[in-house]
T-cell receptor
Framework: LAKTTQPISMDSYEGQEVNITCSHN???????ITWYQQFPSQGPRFIIQ???TKVTNEVASLFIPADRKSSTLSLPRVSLSDTAVYYC????????????FGAGTRLFVKA | DVKVTQSSRYLVKRTGEKVFLECVQD?????MFWYRQDPGLGLRLIYF???????EKGDIPEGYSVSREKKERFSLILESASTNQTSMYLC????????????????FGSGTRLTVV
């Protein structure tokens, strides 16, 4: 199982781009990378997934280098409402039964 | 737009009680999961189920059991509650098959904060 490591916390200001990097050195060939956002008193919410290179959706971008040993979630022009905990989750492609959530990165966006 | 519903937001139980946490999903997902979340430890998988009446242990199954009699419902049971089971409990579901969990993600409920006194 791929263990993930993220920074514990990050601060930013409104309007800035925020990049959160997750390390997953022992990622397997058939593992996929996903990211979640969690607000207080709510369950995590799926944001984005990728296997390699770059993926972009309406919420974020995900950058994955060729060796796939890390991934970077990019949030463009953050607002106060982006203050949350962000989790990187890596797991095998077939069932997702054995995935490990790390401790997450607490992002605090200031005015 | 509610998709995964956990029966209680807050629960207070006494040590030694048998506790039932209920989870219902309306997305016809095959896979369902129970996690607990504690500060600094992230989410830890307790049990999961990939079909009715099927269950598999996760990383921390001790002190817990589960029941899945219907596809939409997955129950977590604390056989004899202890204070170290005070935690936030999260239920999640995903569709089956390759791509189910990463294309659509886990859909989580809002959680049940359980306090055992």
């Amino acid at each position: 199982l791929a263990k993930t490591t993220q920074p514990i916390s990050m601060d930013s200001y409104e309007g800035q781009e925020v990049n959160i990097t997750c390390s997953h050195n022992n990622i397997a060939t058939n593992d996929y990378i996903t990211w979640y956002q969690q607000f207080p008193s709510q369950g995590p919410r799926f944001i984005i997934q990728g296997y390699k290179t770059k993926v972009t959706n309406e919420v974020a971008s995900l950058f994955i280098p060729a060796d796939r040993k890390s991934s970077t979630l990019s949030l463009p022009r953050v607002s106060l409402s982006d203050t949350a905990v962000y989790y990187c989750l890596v797991g095998e492609g077939t069932g997702g039964f054995k995935t490990i959530f790390g401790a997450g990165t607490r992002l605090f966006v200031k005015a | 737009d509610v998709k995964v519903t956990q029966s209680s937001r807050y629960l207070v139980k006494r040590t030694g009680e048998k506790v039932f946490l209920e989870c219902v999903q309306d997305m016809d997902h095959e896979n369902m999961f129970w996690y607990r979340q504690d500060p600094g430890l992230g989410l830890r998988l307790i049990y999961f189920s990939y079909d009715v009446k099927m269950k598999e242990k996760g990383d921390i199954p001790e002190g817990y059991s589960v029941s899945r009699e219907k596809k939409e419902r997955f129950s977590l049971i604390l056989e004899s509650a202890s204070t170290n089971q005070t935690s936030m409990y999260l239920c999640a579901s995903t569709p089956a098959g390759t791509g189910g969990w990463y294309d659509y993600g886990y859909t989580f409920g809002s959680g049940t904060r359980l306090t055992v006194v």
